[in-house]
């Protein structure tokens, strides 16, 4: 009877053993991996929550940079406000070498920020002076494009940003992979002028 109590109590052992095998197997099979998935989407809600945060931010310049437009006048007086160029494809180069230049001071490599394309435009809208457009799209981390927008206002010779254009890109991550910074799509025109008057061609009035 001793001999088979015993076996009795070694095989409830033996029970008690695989059964916490079996739980600790099921944790690592299914609920570890719940937990680490769990961290990875707080992670991704921080950083959305930062993004959100910094556009905010970004929309908050645009009627700043919108009105500096209509200023223009008022600030055309010393010849620095002016590019270089004496003509307009001498500007449209200028403009679009400045473009290239600030982007490129203001971010590390083009997967920060990237300039898809800058086309010249032939402005049918002459103000006093003649007027230098490139309809720029541009693709950039938030805090990349943040930083070029305020170069693009402390520049000499003034620049100007009109029609600007903001959408977010949404990059979808993989399971169990970390979250990847967003994008903005951005377009906008950049504006700047040439030291030349603009001769304003006067309408035949018929009596």
Not at 45 to 68: A, F, G, M, W
Not at 138 to 148: A, E, P, T
Not at 164 to 172: D, K, P, Y
Request: charged share 25%; aromatic share 10%.
């Amino acid at each position: 009877m001793t001999a088979l109590a015993n076996n009795t109590e070694m095989h409830r052992w033996y029970a008690l053993g695989i059964l916490g095998f079996v739980l600790v197997l099921i944790y690592f099979i299914f609920f570890q991996g719940f937990v680490a998935e769990h961290g990875l989407l707080n992670e991704e809600i921080d950083s959305l929550e930062q993004d959100r945060q910094e556009y905010t931010q970004l929309v908050k310049i645009i009627p700043e940079l919108q009105n500096r437009i209509n200023t223009v006048k008022a600030n055309v007086g010393d010849n620095t406000s002016f590019l270089l160029a004496d003509s307009y494809n001498l500007g449209t180069a200028e403009l679009t070498r400045i473009l290239k230049s600030i982007v490129s001071e203001n971010t590390t490599s083009s997967s920060e920020c990237q300039t898809v394309s800058n086309t010249p435009y032939k402005d049918k809208n002459p103000d006093q002076f003649e007027k230098i457009v490139l309809k720029v799209r541009m693709r950039c981390q938030y805090d990349k494009m943040l930083n070029v927008l305020l170069a693009f206002q402390e520049h000499i010779p003034y620049l100007f940003v009109d029609n600007l254009n903001l959408e977010q890109r949404l990059i979808h991550t993989r399971r169990n992979q970390k979250p990847t910074h967003p994008k903005l799509e951005v377009r906008f025109d950049l504006i700047a002028y040439l030291n030349k008057p603009v001769k304003v061609k006067k309408k035949n009035v018929k009596k």
